[in-house]
């Protein structure tokens, strides 16, 4: 769960032209899966997804394949975990899919390069593709990632072009915010990514632009809602808002029904935070991702 401000930058392979199926369902959408896309959304829209890698105890996974109880589990019990990056290799194999599938044209969104190698991956992986590849570097992580793609499906499935939905998807990620407990200090202080200050409690952090500060500490479910929601209730409406947790789900629950209370709240989804971000915030993270609609 981070904050971003969206960058966006446009290569057209050099390549022979591709010749697919009959009839191409141009462009097709490759993101990663940092995103945290639900699947319903995968489906709706086409989304291709590459895996980052997920590093337990020295062992390397990627994370689509990873089973979530078991991975909560190991983040509570202590054990070493990191994430690394898609290879090249990796998104070029889904590049060649979505050509497979009979696109002609691939909008690539994903995971800030100030967080992430995935980009830097995917501008490679471009350089080898027979097709137009536009890059979309959204600056921010999590949902976040996920809102951007959301945002750009929508905007090539009411038919504009590429150009359009890359720009969209730039302007959610400098729009959107985030609000999010830290699940395991030590895992979000270790990582480097966040400062967390000494105290008692619960922190809650909030994201605006790449920006990441805590709010406050809380010491209570009900605190951390209430200030997560009033965090939320300040931005301009209309508001999407995704609702995820790392095995909270009794705290996701809470935090959605504050959420659909208030007036500037037009649409919800829930969203599982996923190896990749808990990785850094720890088991028991829960929160919300916002932005105007």
Same mark, same amino acid.
């Given at each position: ?9 446009? &290569? ?11 009839? !191409? ?10 995103? $945290? ?22 062992? !390397? ?10 991975? =909560? ?21 889904? =590049? ?28 490679? @992986? ?33 038919? *504009?072009? #590429?150009? !359009?939905? @890359?720009?969209?998807?730039? /302007?959610?990620?400098?729009?959107? &915010? ?7 200090? =030590? &895992? /979000? ?38 200030? $997560? ?31 659909? !209370? ?8 829930? =969203?599982?935070?996923?190896?990749? #971000?808990?990785?850094?915030?720890? *088991? ?10």
């Amino acid at each position: 769960m981070a904050g971003g401000g969206g960058r966006t930058l446009s &290569r057209r392979a050099t390549g022979a032209p591709f010749r697919g199926h009959a009839v !191409a369902i141009a462009p097709r959408i490759v993101t990663d899966s940092n995103a $945290m896309l639900p699947a319903e959304l995968v489906a709706r829209f086409g989304i291709l997804q590459v895996s980052l890698t997920i590093v337990v105890e020295g062992q !390397a996974h990627p994370e689509h394949e990873i089973d979530l109880p078991e991975f =909560y589990d190991q983040l509570r019990s202590g054990k070493p975990i990191s994430t690394a990056a898609p290879s090249p290799g990796e998104v070029l194999a889904t =590049y060649r899919r979505a050509l497979a599938d009979g696109a002609d044209s691939i909008l690539s969104i994903h995971v800030g390069s100030n967080q992430s190698a995935t980009i830097s991956a995917a501008r490679l @992986a471009a350089q080898e593709i027979e097709a137009p590849v536009t890059i979309v570097d959204t600056g921010t992580a999590s949902f976040i990632e996920g809102c951007c793609v959301w945002r750009a499906a929508e905007v090539l499935a009411s038919g *504009a072009g #590429v150009d !359009a939905a @890359a720009l969209v998807a730039s /302007a959610v990620a400098g729009d959107a &915010r985030s609000v999010f407990t830290i699940g395991e200090i =030590y &895992r /979000a202080t270790d990582g480097g990514r966040l400062v967390v200050r000494e105290g008692a409690g619960v922190p809650v952090f909030a994201s605006s632009g790449p920006e990441m500060h805590e709010l406050d500490r809380v010491t209570s479910e009900a605190a951390a809602v209430a200030l $997560m929601s009033a965090q939320v209730a300040e931005h301009p409406g209309p508001l999407r808002v995704g609702i995820g947790h790392a095995d909270a789900p009794g705290s996701a629950e809470q935090l959605e029904r504050s959420l659909r !209370a208030l007036p500037n709240v037009t649409e919800t989804i829930r =969203y599982v935070v996923g190896p990749s #971000v808990a990785a850094h915030t720890g *088991a028991g993270t829960f929160g919300a991702v916002f932005h105007q609609i």
